[in-house]
């Protein structure tokens, strides 16, 4: 299961707030979102890359990249995510993960080795089950935010708005519910069609979720508001 490596995008500028990073994409995740737009991650296969020339391939970017980005897929299905995450800080990158927090143990062990962690909320609480794709996810999530924001580590938590799947009622709901519990930084992400979906929402559709009423209260609940 360790070190699954499908792949690496070698510069990103919207991926890691504030900085120049390269994002490393992992195979397998536990979920099974219906608007997931990375589904040939989902399973675990062979590894399409090592982690061996992928870090060698990052030792040449030092110069150039302020950090390093691991996505998926779940990076945090990695067993010695840990280890790469030290390789990366030892080379004196700054790292970050995006994770859909159903590891929260495994995210309190990285935690130190970490400088930002962008946190994906699927939908309300209540729409968990339908929106991950599977059972009893919900408690987890909830202790990775738990960790994260006891930690005083940065981070954000982000939405994705498929029309199909998600209201904007439902995001307002899950806005006011992070406010809440303390979450600063919130980010909604236009849906992103892929060559699986067979029935994917309209051009108009996906605009249009984000000129609703219902994102007028949430700019009040976060006046530095993302949305991309």
Not at 26 to 37: E, N
Not at 154 to 168: A, I, S
Request: with cysteine; charged share 25%; proline share 7%.
């Amino acid at each position: 299961m360790a070190r699954t490596v499908a792949g690496v995008v070698p510069f990103t500028s919207i991926d890691f707030p504030e900085c120049l990073a390269a994002v490393v994409f992992f195979q397998g995740c536990p979920l099974r979102c219906p608007f997931c737009h990375n589904p040939n991650l989902q399973p675990l296969t062979e590894s399409l890359e090592t982690w061996e020339s992928t870090l060698t391939f990052l030792k040449t970017r030092k110069k150039r990249l302020d950090g390093v980005v691991f996505s998926g897929g779940e990076p945090l299905m990695q067993l010695d995510i840990a280890q790469m995450l030290k390789q990366l800080k030892d080379l004196g990158f700054k790292t970050a993960v995006h994770t859909s927090g159903v590891y929260p143990d495994r995210l309190r062990e990285i935690l130190p080795l970490l400088d930002w962690v962008g946190l994906d909320i699927k939908g309300p609480w209540d729409k968990y089950d339908i929106l991950s794709g599977r059972k009893k996810m919900v408690e987890k999530v909830q202790e990775s935010l738990k960790i994260l924001i006891e930690s005083g580590l940065d981070f954000e938590c982000r939405t994705t708005c498929d029309p199909k799947h998600l209201t904007p009622t439902d995001t307002l709901q899950i806005a006011q519910d992070l406010k809440g519990l303390g979450v600063k930084t919130y980010a909604l992400q236009k849906y992103n069609t892929f060559p699986e979906d067979k029935n994917p929402p309209s051009v108009v559709e996906i605009e249009s979720f984000f000129t609703h009423e219902a994102l007028k209260p949430i700019q009040k609940l976060y006046p530095n508001l993302i949305l991309r």
